[in-house]
């Protein structure tokens, strides 16, 4: 077990890979979850203080354009300001809830190059101003292309990304189901490209090895969201395979890739289990706290409809400001993103794990 430390806040650089080896080591899993504007990432730094576990916040591009606010006239440019504000809020605040945090941008396909390209066009003026990276690393998802087209704009963006201390998370295979625009629920249950195949692996790892810091997202059976149990079959083994052909060509092992689990909800434990045993550092959490969240909120209303219906009681004169208040709401939806999170903590290993000190 590794005795390494991180200063409480965002991890960047150095401290990410510190990081992700002490997972990989420890045989746990870093929470990933995917948060909309500051309620959902405050709800995840409360979570992750009172279970002691370092956390990764991310953001889709539709979170991202939702956090600089859906009214703002050019939605492109919101996708990018957007994704900064969250950055900026992270820097300013993570370091008080004393937890180890890495900013993430999730899933950009081909469309969306543009989206990660503006982003770290911002992230390099930060680094110039300020000697740190702006985020932790960024995704790339081009597993609808073909391998050379990901693996090649995958090599072109890192050579920039390294250079301000930025790690690249990349997708190869396809995880199914879809998530803010990227992906497609059709055909789930019998699409061969849900698993990943180990030269793939190989390839990218040898291509990406020499330019800069990057994790896998590998498909084998995963799908975004929740789907009817035997729907999907999890084959976790694969990424055993695509880890031991690496170890064998390259003569660095036993886990050389730093391997991602998209799609995680619902999941079987033991399949998790056996993920993580295979190099697995980062799990995806979404659909999950999304539904907690609004399933607070939903109970809180329940509880109080009359205040989400009238100022004042038209029968009795009370006044109902202090539950109609955003911020009782509001609370409640965190609250239930806190609990939620705790249960993934549990699963994924890292709760009194966190290297903050």
């Known amino acids: 077990m590794t005795t390494a430390t991180l200063k409480p806040g965002v991890v960047t650089g150095a401290g990410y ?13 870093i929470t990933a979850v995917n948060i909309v504007g500051t309620n959902s990432m405050n709800a995840v730094m409360e979570a992750a203080a009172q279970a002691g576990s370092d ?7 539709g979170g991202a354009q939702f956090f600089a606010g859906q009214g703002m006239p050019d939605q492109d440019l919101a996708r990018v300001l957007g994704a900064v504000s969250a950055a900026q809020h992270a820097h300013l605040l993570a370091e008080h809830y004393g937890i180890a945090v890495a900013m993430h941008t999730d899933h950009a396909n081909r469309g969306l190059i543009p989206w990660v390209e503006g982003v770290i066009t911002q992230g390099e003026e930060h680094y ?3 000697g740190r990276p702006l985020f932790t690393s960024h995704m790339l ?5 073909t391998v050379e087209f990901n693996l090649g704009e995958s090599a072109r963006l890192l050579e920039r990304m390294a ?5 690249l998370e990349i997708e190869l295979g396809v995880t199914g189901g879809e ?4 992906g497609s629920n059709e055909d789930i249950a019998n699409n061969p490209r849900l698993y ?11 291509l990406l090895s020499p330019i800069g810091h990057f994790a896998i997202a590998a498909a084998f059976g995963n799908v975004h969201g929740v789907y009817k149990p035997g729907n999907v079959q999890l084959r976790p083994e694969i990424l055993g395979e695509a880890q031991a052909l690496v170890t064998s060509k390259t003569g660095n092992g036993p886990h050389p890739v730093n391997l991602v689990f998209h799609g995680g909800s619902g999941s079987e434990q ?11 550092f980062k799990m995806n959490i979404d659909t999950d706290t999304q539904f907690a969240f609004a399933e607070a909120i939903g109970r809180y209303v329940d509880e109080h409809p009359r205040a989400f219906k009238y100022q004042v009681d038209p029968e009795d004169d009370q006044p109902y400001k202090s539950q109609y208040d955003p911020r009782k709401w509001l609370r409640a939806g965190e609250l239930g993103m806190v609990t939620r999170l705790q249960e993934s903590f549990d699963v994924l290993g890292s709760r009194g794990k966190s290297l903050a000190r």
Not at 55 to 61: D, G, P, R, T, Y
Not at 163 to 167: D, Q
Not at 179 to 182: A, F, K, P
């Open 141 to 145: 998802d081009l597993s609808e292309e």
């Open 128 to 130: 110039a101003a300020t």
């Open 55 to 61: 956390v990764i916040v991310q953001l889709s591009n």
């Open 179 to 182: 998530e803010d625009g990227v």
């Open 163 to 167: 250079k301000i201390e930025v790690s």
């Open 17 to 29: 890979r510190t990081m992700v080896s002490a997972a990989k080591e420890g045989g746990y899993a």
């Open 270 to 280: 033991d399949k998790i289990t056996e993920a993580l045993s295979h190099g697995v």
């Open 196 to 206: 990943s195949q180990p030269q793939d692996v190989l390839d990218a790892y040898e």
